[in-house]
């Protein structure tokens, strides 16, 4: 055998070696369920603004945290906070404000960097935003014959774009703890007391058409 035909069979069995290491590590990670891995990541975004607290917002803070709320535009699945004492006047001032917008102040404030300056109350506004990374995953062969790693990528993709409030995929909604009996059989009673559709007779059409 010559030294270039070593070579050839060299260079051959390099590649099969290779081609083998590959197909082991798509074996180790593939994924033979029908669980897609391609799961919405929701991160979380805090705004924060400092107002004057004079027992109370100081003359122009409404107006400004107005308009500061309508830059971020505010709205259903965000969270205001306020890193203020409950029984603070502020806080019932940036709570009627908030309540405006649809909106309910949160139990507790998010920790945020910095210090509340002297006689100044801080409103923080969480943001929650959904998303798939990754997506889409455009796969070559596939030697270990398991899910595409694409598997997942258009459904959960828009369910985290359509979601209103995205921490909802993190916690859920809390019930409230109690449950109403007449709540849960009203749809019963509408579905019971519905007139058959057909009780009116059908309706009288004509083929015939509008030209004289």
């Not at 100081?58 to 107006?63: H, M, Q, S, V, Y």
């Not at 749809?187 to 007139?195: D, Q, S």
């Amino acid at each position: 055998m010559t030294a270039s035909s070593r070579m050839v069979m060299a260079l051959l069995a390099l590649g099969a070696a290779g081609a083998a290491t590959e197909a082991s590590a798509q074996r180790d990670n593939a994924n033979h369920g029908l669980y897609s891995i391609n799961q919405p990541v929701v991160q979380r975004t805090d705004y924060v603004i400092d107002l004057a607290d004079q027992n109370g917002l100081a003359p122009g803070e409404r107006a400004r945290l107005d308009a500061w709320f309508r830059s971020l535009g505010v709205g259903y699945g965000d969270r205001i906070a306020v890193d203020q004492p409950y029984a603070s006047r502020a806080r019932l001032d940036v709570a009627r404000l908030a309540s405006e917008y649809g909106l309910l102040l949160g139990d507790s404030a998010p920790v945020t960097t910095g210090n509340v300056p002297q006689g100044a109350v801080r409103v923080i506004v969480s943001r929650s935003l959904a998303s798939v990374p990754s997506c889409p995953r455009w796969a070559g062969s596939n030697r270990a014959n398991a899910t595409s790693p694409d598997y997942g990528c258009a459904t959960n993709t828009n369910l985290a774009a359509m979601i209103a409030d995205p921490s909802d995929l993190v916690l859920g909604q809390a019930g409230s703890g109690t449950s109403d009996g007449n709540v849960g059989a009203k749809a019963i009673k509408v579905y019971r007391e519905a007139p058959p559709t057909g009780a009116k007779g059908l309706e009288a059409t004509s083929t015939a058409g509008s030209g004289k």
